[in-house]
């Protein structure tokens, strides 16, 4: 499909004068295999590379899941009109509908593209956005600058602004209503430490949960939980990971597990950590399995055959809903291309590729 739409781009393009068409680059993965059930749910993989800041490096590649063919900076290649790529810090990823949202922090703007040809629909403006999600026909996308904006995906136009706290990460809906994470990053030590509760049917935001301080990630499990990471200060408030009740708006329970990331799939919650310290002027790497029905951790890690130790900095987990791989990046030194890595169920590195700068956010394409 890929070859085809990008045969296609060129030849509408060839006719307008001084437009070069960047090529996409692409590779078959040796060892590739994916025992994939027949009615496989997903038929691709898209992978955000952020790029580092003021480096206007933000680019996406697309793993094909069937044929294990990797192509690298797709959008720019699909999108030789948009003259400045992708732009600077690709911050999220997510689909809706026939609809990809790509968030691009530092040049402030949402990407709308066509989620199975990466052409592009339309750029929205939200200055610093973050993250995105979504609830019946809206999309919700946090800005550092202090609030959730409301988009009409009909339309693509922005209808509301809903106040939050201070430098809003990751939102999450459960049920009728979302979750924001407050962070006050901007502002250390005077961090937030809340979860904003707002009622989509209203657009208000009804209630602040407290929890642990610089709070960033989310994800929510089969059970009603959100899951919640607390990045600390850096010094001596160490990294937690908070479980909030949604039917209660409660924190029911904090694990004593650093996080950087999270990924729920089935009952298991995936769990890396780079935690920073500014005493020690080094980062601690963790990984962790946590059965999120009973919220006990696991005695093993889903990389089990020490491959890990390879990994430098991890910056991206994803799993397989077909096959229950898992997918984790490296980072590497933050400024050269990245890798992504996949394991198996077991633990058991199958292969890996090249990326982008910073490969950090995944999205699944569904079959069609």
């Known amino acids: 499909m890929m070859y085809r739409l990008l045969i296609a781009i060129c030849l509408l393009a060839a006719c307008r004068k001084g437009v070069t068409i960047p090529r996409v680059e692409t590779q078959g993965i040796p060892g590739f295999q994916r025992a994939a059930p027949l009615e496989a749910t997903a038929a691709g993989l898209y992978l955000l590379n952020e790029g580092n800041m003021n480096m206007n490096k933000a680019s996406l590649d697309y793993l094909d899941l069937q044929t294990g063919q990797y192509h690298r900076r797709v959008f720019t290649a699909y999108n030789p009109e948009v003259t400045k790529g992708l732009g600077d810090v690709g911050n999220y990823i997510a689909i809706y509908g026939s609809m990809m949202y790509i968030v691009v922090n530092n040049s402030n703007k949402v990407e709308v593209v066509d989620a199975a040809t990466c052409r592009r629909i339309k750029q929205l403006n939200v200055n610093q956005c973050r993250y995105v999600d979504f609830y019946k026909n809206k999309a919700y996308i946090t800005s550092n600058d202090g609030y959730v904006a409301v988009v009409d995906t009909a339309t693509l136009t922005i209808v509301n602004e809903i106040k939050t706290g201070r430098n809003p990460e990751q939102l999450v809906v459960a049920g009728s209503k979302l979750y924001v994470a407050n962070s006050g990053g901007y502002s250390p030590p005077n961090y937030e430490k809340t979860i904003s509760v707002i009622d989509l049917h209203t657009g208000q935001e009804i209630k602040r949960i407290e929890a642990g301080i610089n709070l960033h990630r989310m994800a929510l499990d089969a059970y009603g939980d959100l899951y919640v990471t607390s990045r600390g200060d850096y010094y001596t408030v160490p990294s937690r990971i908070y479980v909030i009740d949604t039917r209660t708006d409660t924190v029911k329970q904090t694990l004593e597990i650093a996080a950087s990331n999270l990924f729920i799939h089935k009952d298991l919650?995936?769990?890396?950590?780079?935690?920073?310290?500014?005493?020690?002027?080094?980062?601690?790497?963790?990984?962790?399995?946590?059965?999120?029905?009973?919220?006990?951790?696991?005695?093993?890690?889903?990389?089990?055959?020490?491959?890990?130790?390879?990994?430098?900095?991890?910056?991206?987990?994803?799993?397989?809903?077909?096959?229950?791989?898992?997918?984790?990046?490296?980072?590497?030194?933050?400024?050269?291309?990245?890798?992504?890595?996949?394991?198996?169920?077991?633990?058991k590195r199958k292969w890996s590729v090249m990326t982008g700068d910073i490969p950090a956010h995944f999205v699944f394409l569904k079959n069609k």
């Open 269 to 347: 919650a995936y769990i890396y950590s780079v935690e920073w310290s500014y005493l020690t002027g080094g980062n601690t790497i963790s990984y962790t399995l946590l059965n999120v029905k009973n919220e006990t951790k696991l005695d093993r890690n889903f990389i089990a055959d020490g491959t890990e130790k390879n990994i430098r900095i991890p910056y991206g987990i994803a799993v397989d809903p077909d096959t229950d791989d898992v997918y984790v990046t490296d980072a590497k030194d933050y400024v050269t291309p990245g890798t992504l890595h996949c394991y198996d169920k077991t633990g």
